[in-house]
């Protein structure tokens, strides 16, 4: 101020380098442990300095004392390593230079970028001290930060940043590591996106979790852990990884080190809990999924692992922990309530004490071993949000010895020659369908279809087995077979496939049991079903339908299809044609009504199934006159409608039911119209 001869200076920081050479005191205007860059000389730390520290130092120990406040700190350190203490580094930017470590005990405050160019920088060295900044971090490839700090208090963030918002930025392709028993609760970015900005979408190093150590994050995708691989433990430690404040998809891949790695669900409220897991999980270590939250409470939901996963030590499912291989992929739908084409368990030893649900859209093969007293599902059910999976073919080929119970919701499961499957007991929806050629330590129920074989070969349970579904039975030079330990009780549909050579001896057991065999079931037409003991016999009809038909009367010699055994007035022909039919007994056969429609007559009759067999021996025609003499309209019935003439109408009514047959006959201006059924063959 020269108006009053005042002199005002201003310090506007100098570049210092640490020398250490009077004590390792780090304090303001007090201990000449300095050096100025600029011409060498001894000096003291000011307020505002530009700080160095290198390789020229006497000691790599500093303790800061008081308020420290540089504009920046650098590390450039190739082979000294230093440890800091004390007080906080309060404001400016950290940058680590150098190969050797640089580990920071104190409590920092910094507000600038902190950078890791080369070498370590550490915050902690594995006790409950050291903490960064809360600025912008870039971790260059080669580079490390690490976090190593013990935890005090059992189950609560020592590093909780989320209450002080640090770590929220983070890029570059160097390693962070988390060790020493710490729980860090992480809160990147500021928004849900799969790859927002101000996050750690930038970052595409490994994040390592070991030492016990919990990295607590939310967040979907890159913005949560970047694009980098999620490593969990290492030769002699495990890691945890954990969602919080949320259902999150996470992309990363996850290697698994350890021998007791753990994924975690910590998001209270709100249930139920979703928690996809989109990367590939490799490895040998262990892994177990746990909900210390609670809140996974929806079996379709929980963890859903759409990786494809070559994980090859012990995968875990907590009691009580709903797991899903298989959902849609991508950066979206974190709800997950659809089935998808991915999601496997690699090769791992299974120990599921909760629920694990197959749920992909796709044939895929299964081949772990899986055992503990949880259940297991195939296919999530339909409905109440939840997509359907009945096109998914899930083939086991595995060892299974799980204690619950298995259900099918839909789909189907194969379980193939060699494979087994245990629980306490197997529920088939009616929706699924359970097939293969293995085995099954577990009684059955089977409102759905069982369809024994691969191809064609036995299904062997081992347990009381009821089918009130569907037996689908497939016959080539061998014919399918349930074979049951227990009782076998069988009703619902049966159906029969000619594959390959098709039948070819006179008969099939086609199912059997140790106790005792009950069985409604109805052949379809062309083939015969006989109980004998405990054994259920498949049989092929020979020669026409209509003459096995015939030959189980006993009529006298009266089997040609005009003849008319009990003298009903319906013939043989007719016999066998029309519902109810029965030639040594006089009525019962229901006869063909006719009524008029218009211009029309209507004759309708309902023909039993067997008339429309392969070979059934017979023609089947309507004809149609003005007089009682002469017949010259004649409809052809066929075995459905394309296969009749015009106007004629068959309603397929299923196998164990009549076909409704209507021929429609136009009376063309005819004051009376008629019309016969009309049975002929050489049977």
């Known amino acids: 101020d020269v108006a009053n001869s005042n002199v005002v200076v201003q310090y506007t920081g100098g570049n210092v380098i640490w020398k250490g050479n009077l004590s390792s005191d780090w304090d303001v205007d007090t201990t000449a442990n300095w050096q100025l860059e600029s011409d060498s000389s001894v000096t003291n730390y000011l307020q505002g300095d530009t700080v160095v520290f290198n390789d020229t130092a006497t000691t790599g120990t500093v303790t800061l004392t008081g308020t420290i406040s540089p504009i920046s700190t650098t590390f450039n350190n190739p082979t000294l390593v230093y440890t800091l203490s004390g007080t906080p580094i309060a404001t400016g930017s950290i940058i680590k230079d150098g190969a050797a470590t640089a580990t920071l005990l104190n409590e920092n405050t910094t507000t600038g970028t902190i950078t890791v160019a080369a070498g370590k920088l550490a915050f902690g060295s594995g006790s409950t001290t050291g903490s960064i900044g809360s600025g912008p971090v870039s971790v260059a490839s080669g580079a490390t930060l690490e976090f190593n700090r013990s935890n005090v208090t059992p189950g609560t963030p020592d590093l909780d940043y989320k209450t002080t918002a640090k770590l929220r930025n983070v890029s570059g392709a160097g390693d962070i590591v988390l060790t020493g028993g710490a729980i860090l609760f992480n809160y990147p970015g500021s928004t849900v996106g799969f790859s927002d900005a101000s996050s750690w979408a930038g970052f595409s190093g490994n994040l390592i979790i070991k030492g016990g150590s919990e990295f607590r994050t939310i967040r979907n995708g890159a913005t949560a852990m970047g694009t980098g691989s999620v490593v969990l433990g290492d030769a002699t430690t495990s890691g945890i990884l954990t969602q919080i404040e949320g259902n999150w998809t996470w992309t ?292 026409t339908a209509f003459s096995n038909w015939i030959d189980d009367y006993t009529l006298g010699g009266q089997t040609a299809i005009d003849q008319d055994p009990d003298f009903d007035g319906v013939k043989n022909g007719l016999e066998f044609l029309l519902k109810g039919g029965n030639p040594e007994t006089s009525g019962g056969t229901q006869l063909p009504t006719s009524s008029e429609s218009g211009t029309n007559l209507i004759f309708t009759f309902e023909r039993d199934d067997r008339a429309k067999a392969a070979n059934p021996g017979i023609t089947v025609t309507v004809e149609a006159g003005t007089n009682l003499s002469t017949w010259p309209e004649v409809f052809t019935i066929g075995n459905d409608t394309a296969g009749s003439s015009a106007g004629v109408v068959i309603s397929n009514d299923g196998d164990a039911n009549p076909d409704t047959v209507t021929v429609t006959i136009p009376k063309n201006s005819a004051l009376s119209k008629f019309a016969r059924l009309k049975v002929t063959g050489t049977p």
Not at 344 to 364: P, Q
């Open 252 to 543: 990363n891949n996850i290697v698994l080190t350890g021998a007791s790695n753990k994924i975690l669900n910590r998001s209270i409220n709100q249930a139920p809990r979703s928690f996809k897991l989109q990367g590939i999980i490799s490895g040998a270590g262990g892994l177990s999924l746990e909900d210390p939250a609670g809140t996974m409470t929806e079996p379709n939901r929980g963890f859903i692992l759409t990786g494809a996963n070559t994980l090859n030590g012990t995968l875990t499912i907590a009691t009580g922990v709903p797991v899903r291989v298989g959902g849609v992929p991508g950066n979206a739908d974190v709800t997950q309530s659809e089935a998808g084409i991915s999601g496997s368990l690699g090769t791992a030893t299974v120990v599921n004490n909760g629920t694990l649900t197959f749920s992909r859209t796709n044939a895929h093969s299964v081949s772990n071993a899986i055992s503990g007293t949880g259940a297991l599902r195939i296919g999530i059910l339909v409905g109440a949000g939840f997509g359907d999976t009945t096109t998914q073919v899930l083939t086991y080929t595995g060892t299974d010895t799980h204690a619950g119970a298995t259900t099918l919701n839909n789909g189907t499961l194969v379980v193939d020659t060699g494979g087994s499957l245990g629980g306490s007991a197997v529920s088939v929806l009616a929706t699924a369908t359970l097939s293969g050629s293995g085995s099954i330590a577990a009684p059955v129920t089977a409102a759905g279809k069982i369809a024994p074989g691969t191809g064609v070969g036995t299904l062997t349970v081992s347990g009381n087995t009821a089918v009130t579904g569907t037996l689908a039975i497939e016959v080539n030079t061998t014919a399918d077979k349930l074979a049951v330990t227990g009782d076998l009780s069988l009703s619902g549909n049966f159906t029969v496939t000619e594959s390959g050579a098709g039948f070819m001896a006179v008969s099939y057991v086609i199912a059997e049991c140790s106790g005792t065999l009950t069985s409604t079931l109805t052949p379809p037409v062309g083939y015969t079903l006989q109980q004998s003991g405990s054994q259920l016999i498949l049989g092929k009809v020979t020669g």
